[in-house]
């Protein structure tokens, strides 16, 4: 089969018009999204996504967390699948790229394989993870995680929101919607996993790229930090006697800053909730809890860093009590080389301008990686802003990123045991 014919089939504006609807699921403003994973928003998106696979006769099936699949059988069902996508969550202030464009340009390789008429030898499937944004249940990348075996099922499912609700219950409300999917057993081992995604960053743009081979991901640990302190009059509660959980948050904040700080601004240090309690006007804080995301790409580092925090906090409480819960330490990863040079050649060969990227954000495709070779495709968003509701793909990049990946899985799909094992190393 000839380089480039399965991404001759990618429809540009096929891709850039199925982004525009799901970007309708959860609109906010003009172009922003909120599409909390396991709400009935994320089942409008996933039915409408299973609506698109089912037109090319796709087979839909989700897992006992809620992933989503559709799969194109290939010629050798019995082989290891190769596994492309990503997630369709977003942030509360999110994008209509984030996530969605991985699952689209997945599913974008489906339609093209079927448009060029071609069978893959292996299957190849397309997946939306759950709540990969963790933004609704910390920490975030749950569904693959619990694919992967990189955490207990049971645990994550006692896990609640901000309102109470366990993923238990919200699983529960999203599988009502979906009776007609058949059920599959928690985890495969895939031949390969790729999965394409917007950079979030601006280096791809600053360069002129259309894509950007990823290197690996930053290493990341966070925590929840609870403070405990006492309610009291604003007005007549002596500042010698009070038990001010903010306060003493703020104090912990800027210790913790102090300690991170990095001239050299590869530390990404941040404090990106704040829950106070009771949150009124006249009363001294009883209760305030926060998060902390500590990032660095190197592994000593991260560890020492990290190590601290739990001493600092605990050292600025002043009169207050604290917890400080470890959440989430994932060490810095590499993505597969040969798999990362098959697809240097494959870029090459479609005459797209590659070059190589590492992330800085967390992506499923981390624990996918302890299951296989694993690797992903960046292409650029303006500005390299993400996260809020200006973020932006051209359609262009969109479709050079779809057509890699395309080609890259159609590649995948015919290779053999020991060709898999090689592009690990």
Known sequence: MPVGRIASFVDRERLWSRHMALGRIGTFGETGVNRPALSALDGEARAQLVSWGRRISLLPSTDPIANLFLELPGSQPELAPVLIGSHLDSQPTGGRFDGVFGVLAALETLEAMV????????????????NEEGSRFAPGMMGSAAFAGARPLEPILALRDADGISVADALAGLAAGEADLPRRPLGFRPAAYVEPHIEQGPVLEAAGRPVGIVSGIQGKRTWRVTVRGAEAHAGTEP???RRDALMAAVEMIAALKRHLDDPADIVRFTVGRLDVTPNAPSVVPSR??????????DAGTLLRLGDGVAGLCVSAAGRCEVEVEALLHDPPLEFAPGLRARMRGIADALELPWQDIASGAGHDARHLALL???AMIFVPCRNGISHNE???AAPEHLHAGARLLAETAARLAEADDDEIRELAS
């Open 115 to 130: 448009a060029a008429g071609y069978r893959p030898r292996r299957s190849v499937v397309l997946v939306a993870w759950t």
């Open 239 to 241: 500042h010698a006697s």
């Open 288 to 297: 305030v809890v926060f998060s902390i995301d500590l990032r660095h790409p």
């Open 372 to 374: 296989g070779p694993a």
């Open 390 to 392: 200006a973020e932006y």
